[in-house]
């Protein structure tokens, strides 16, 4: 309606929400694998670089598009020229998707703080965790087999999401972000100094840091560092548009950028040192190298700190630091997901937030409860996670940059609206990098994610299964985004306003 833009009280809220958003389960769970599996220490060359010409750049962009348009990402683009609403929707359409899979992650880990303190996995926490808790079926048919430990913490997960979300941008996002973030940086903070002590730590450190500078001649490894650069940094679908289409008009975006970018990296950094110290502990008490011991993701999370947990002094603390860190890290990274849609259907339809979060946060979590609190869930999560990350994200994000610089040939008024408000300036290698560098990088990952997938399908699963939910999902995500571009914008929405 006629009421005016929320905004954040001021640029700490927004640099606190914005870190909300990119510290995440990539931090704690990617991260250190990723690292360890690209050359260990001499990962850090390719990694800063990966920072400093795509995911720092990619921020600015995203920032000055939201903040320039002052608008959700199908407005913003809108605004930007007529052609390119649809680029919004397609961002939109990645954010529920990635929210709607996010959510069972954090029911998980929240089921797992409570699991610690009594170490429910007994001795064998793998099979009690695709087993007893998850109770995975044997098919990949979608079940309506809800299992209760997931669906019930799911439906508190949506529950308190609509009661953030429908606070609205001060009362509700940044004042999730303004406790969750120091809570979980305390939280993680004295999990690491716990683990630092765990014998066979330095040994967890030695295997993460020992530079393999060989690795540097290897493109996969630099395609590894921008991909966890992207991923981690929450640029390139809409999030950080969003957050700074909610800033008020003088405020200095580059600053803050380079705020969340180096603070993100930071406790990146953090969580390899914690996550490896563990890891080596682990190794020393089964008799085995930390190569033997080293997962990612669910496997890390889910098997091997369990197993960690048992075993060690003080375990059933470092289980309860470790499980709550994931609740708060995924948290604060699924709230800045959903209002991405939020902010979309409220600016198209002109509703007001509170109906807008019913609606959309009701049916989002409708959806989420039905893929992904049943017997079949965990599947259905690995491959639309597989898809959304790089189909989604990384394509957007490829034809974000090349139609604003090279088709509209907006790339110099958005350095310039960077510059009339931001004290760090950027310049000619900064339009190099967007215009150029970004496209390369983008292109080459995209494409050759695609010819592997369609080549070698997607792990061990049937092709009817990956088709619906990996391509499927992916295509019709595009063509939903272009469906949605040619509705009328209603005339309560804000589209003509400011
Ligand atoms: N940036 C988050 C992380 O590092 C992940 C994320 C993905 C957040 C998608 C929001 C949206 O974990
Ligand atoms: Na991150």
């Known amino acids: 309606g006629a009421t005016r833009r929320e905004q954040f009280a001021g640029r700490w809220a927004f640099i606190l929400a914005a870190v909300g958003s990119a510290v995440g389960l ?23 670089v990966a920072l400093l010409t795509a995911g720092i750049p990619l921020l600015f962009f995203d920032y000055a598009i939201g903040h320039r348009f002052k608008g959700s990402p199908p407005m913003a683009f809108r605004r930007l020229s007529k052609w390119t609403e649809s680029i919004g929707w397609w961002q939109v359409g990645i ?47 979608p079940s309506l087999q809800f299992v209760p430990g997931v669906f019930w913490p799911m439906l508190v997960v949506w529950l308190i999401l609509l009661v953030v979300l429908g606070a609205g941008v001060r009362k509700g996002i940044a004042m999730a972000s303004m406790i969750g973030i120091p809570v979980l940086f305390v939280m993680f903070i004295a999990l690491v100094v716990v683990a630092l002590f765990l014998p066979g730590a330095p040994e967890g450190l030695n295997a993460l840091f020992t530079p393999n500078w060989s690795v540097l001649t290897d493109p996969q490894v630099w395609i590894a560092a921008y991909g966890q650069i992207f991923f981690s940094l929450s640029v390139g679908f809409g999030i950080m548009i969003t957050y700074s289409s909610y800033l008020k008009r003088r405020t200095n975006l580059t600053g803050s950028g380079l705020m969340v970018g180096f603070t993100n990296s930071s406790f990146e950094i953090l969580c390899g040192i914690g996550v490896f110290s563990a890891l080596g502990f682990m190794a020393q008490a089964n008799g085995v190298e930390v190569a033997d011991v080293v997962a990612n993701g669910i496997g890390l999370a889910f098997v091997a700190f369990p197993t960690i947990i048992s075993q060690a002094p003080a375990g059933v603390l470092i289980g309860v630091l470790f499980f709550a860190s994931l609740v708060f890290a995924g948290f604060t990274s699924l709230i800045s997901i959903l209002e991405v849609v939020v902010s979309a259907v409220k600016d198209k339809i002109g509703w007001s937030r509170w109906t807008t979060v019913i609606v959309v946060v009701g049916l989002s979590g409708v ?16 491959v639309t ?4 990350n790089n189909f989604g994200i990384v394509g957007a ?34 339009k190099v990098l967007v215009a150029v560098i970004l496209p390369i990088v983008l292109a080459y990952m995209w494409i050759s994610d ?31 985004a272009i469906l949605l571009s040619l509705l009328p914008w209603s005339e309560k929405s804000g589209l003509h306003r400011e």
């Open 367 to 382: 959806v989420s409860l039905l893929l992904f609190s049943t017997t079949t869930g965990i599947n259905t999560l690995d």
């Open 95 to 141: 954010c529920f998707v990635i929210g709607v899979y996010y959510a069972a992650i954090i029911a998980y880990a929240a089921m797992y703080t409570w699991f610690s303190t009594h170490e429910a996995w007994g001795d064998d926490p793998e099979t009690f965790f695709f087993g007893d808790y998850l109770q995975v079926a044997d098919t990949f048919a």
């Open 385 to 388: 996670d597989a898809f959304a």
């Open 450 to 480: 695609i010819v592997l997938k369609a080549q070698d399908g997607y792990g061990d699963m049937p092709s009817w299964f990956v088709g619906t939910f990996g391509w499927g999902m992916s295509i019709a995500l595009i063509i939903v």
């Open 397 to 430: 994000a490829l034809v974000a940059v090349v139609v604003v610089s090279w088709i509209l040939r907006r790339l110099d008024r958005m350095v310039s609206h960077l510059n009339a408000v931001s004290s760090f300036r950027v310049g000619r290698v900064y």
């Open 26 to 48: 990539g931090n704690i769970w990617r991260f250190p694998y990723v690292a360890y599996e690209n050359g260990g220490g001499a990962f850090i060359v390719p990694y800063l």
